[in-house]
């Protein structure tokens, strides 16, 4: 704990000679306090550029999986049709007719108080029965059992008026769970047991399309949903309404999806290039006085970062078998960004679509390569940098402990000798003093 020591026999303002000294004396660690604040803002920048360079690298991972660029769209010329292209999917057409669409079984019973006893079975379609198990007679018993047991079948209590006495009667309604004639249902009851009457209201059937309607080829295809799988390769076909008329089914090429995918890689590597280039240029400024200061950002210079660039250009930029990226659009520009160029990359694939993808393929495949390397986050290039600078910050921060320390011992070593020194000053002054009464009782008997 310090002590104020401003001199009382001195007059001197030792407390601010001694912040003074002390500032002098806080010098180094002063430097090494700025060191910290300017290491933590390149690690801040280079973790924000590893992120980045991650991403990348995970969106041309995206552009060399298995049939990425192998990509086709699929349109119908009726509403009632909707079509969807798989990555198996291949360029083609074909007509049909939608005959019915799939339906579920919906049954009806006939107004009831209560149900013709507790235990009865559900049968499917092949015969196979569900036994429901109900608490009692009721009909919410009932109803709750059947929608509890696993027979494909849901019921739901519909009011239905009242009886000759005023009882109120309720229509149980039976619902498949799913479409399709497979999903077709039953009831089955005792013997001794009179079933209640029931209505069917819509019958369980599959939905049928018929290709090449019409001709010696025509063949029928059901399906227990809407949705017909593979009708095509790799295409899936969904009817919503019966057409009498032929629909045309289409699948084609979609050079657009593709050229998207080109068009997002060289965004995100530009993406890259534009912060490394923001970070690293030199901005001018002026202080309080108006004096011109040159300020270099925080990857001037970093040959790290440097290499990073480079080399992801190169992956990005460089001949592929002897040819140039910039057949198909893909170029570097002079000053050291990429650039995509729609019409030429659609030219190009109208042309050779295969040579094109395979292009785009093996950019993406070196850039994710390098990006990879770049921001592994076990040993990337710049992982490693950023674990350096967190060490080197940890050591700065053993260093500025250490000068608190050092710092504390001087201060009061300073306040120690400042004190003393005032104690001989009152020491000399007492002695003066005494010296002076001295020579003054001795002058006056002299006098005498």
């Known amino acids: 704990m310090s002590m104020a020591v401003d001199g009382l026999i001195s007059g001197l303002d030792t407390t601010s000679l001694i912040n003074s000294l002390m500032t002098l004396e806080a010098g180094p660690q002063n430097q090494l306090k700025a060191k910290v604040t300017s290491t933590n803002t390149l690690m801040t920048a280079l973790q924000g550029l590893n992120s980045q360079i991650a991403s990348l690298a995970t969106l041309a991972a995206k552009a060399t999986a298995t049939n990425a660029l192998d990509l086709y769209s699929a349109k119908s010329s009726s509403t009632g049709v909707s079509v969807t292209a798989g990555a198996s999917a291949t360029a083609g057409s074909i007509d049909i007719v939608v005959d019915q669409l799939a339906k579920a079984q919906v049954s009806v019973s006939d107004a009831v108080s209560v149900w013709p006893g507790s235990n009865f079975s559900i049968l499917d379609a092949s015969g196979v029965a569900t036994a429901i198990v109900a608490d009692s007679a009721s009909l919410d018993d009932v109803v709750t059992a059947v929608n509890a047991a696993d027979a494909g079948v849901k019921a739901v209590k519909v009011a239905a008026g009242t009886d000759g006495s005023g009882n109120a009667l309720y229509r149980v309604q039976f619902t498949a769970t799913s479409t399709g004639a497979s999903s077709a249902f039953s009831f089955k009851y005792d013997a001794a047991i009179t079933p209640p009457g029931m209505t069917q209201i819509t019958a369980a059937q599959d939905a049928k399309v018929r290709l090449w309607a019409g001709s010696g080829a025509q063949q029928t295809i059901t399906s227990s949903t809407n949705t017909f799988s593979d009708l095509l390769p ?120 295969d040579y094109v993808k395979s292009v785009l393929a093996t950019i993406a495949s070196r850039v994710e390569a390098v990006a990879e390397n770049a921001s592994d986050k076990y040993d990337g290039m710049i992982t490693s940098r950023i674990t350096g600078q967190e060490s080197l910050v940890k050591s700065l921060g053993t260093q500025i402990d250490s000068w608190d320390v050092r710092l504390a011992s001087r201060r009061s070593t300073l306040e120690r000798t400042y004190s003393a020194m005032e104690v001989q000053l009152s020491n000399m002054n007492a002695q003066s003093a005494w010296l002076t009464a001295q020579v003054s009782s001795l002058t006056s008997s002299t006098t005498k």
Do not use: W
Request: aromatic share 4%; no cysteine; hydrophobic share 45%.
């Open 234 to 353: 790799g295409v899936s076909v969904t009817a919503s309404a019966v057409a009498t008329e032929a629909v045309t089914v289409s699948v084609s090429r979609n050079d657009a999806a593709v050229s998207t995918i080109a068009s997002d890689l060289v965004t995100a590597l530009n993406g890259v290039f534009a912060l490394i280039s923001t970070k690293s240029a030199v901005v001018n400024s002026t202080d309080s006085s108006g004096k011109a200061i040159l300020s270099a950002g925080v990857f001037s210079g970093d040959s790290t970062v440097r290499d990073v660039k480079q080399q992801i250009l190169n992956a990005a930029s460089q001949p592929i078998n002897g040819r140039s990226p910039s057949e198909i659009g893909i170029s570097i520009t002079k000053s050291g960004t990429m650039e995509f160029d729609s019409a030429k990359f659609a030219t190009a694939m109208a042309a050779d679509p």
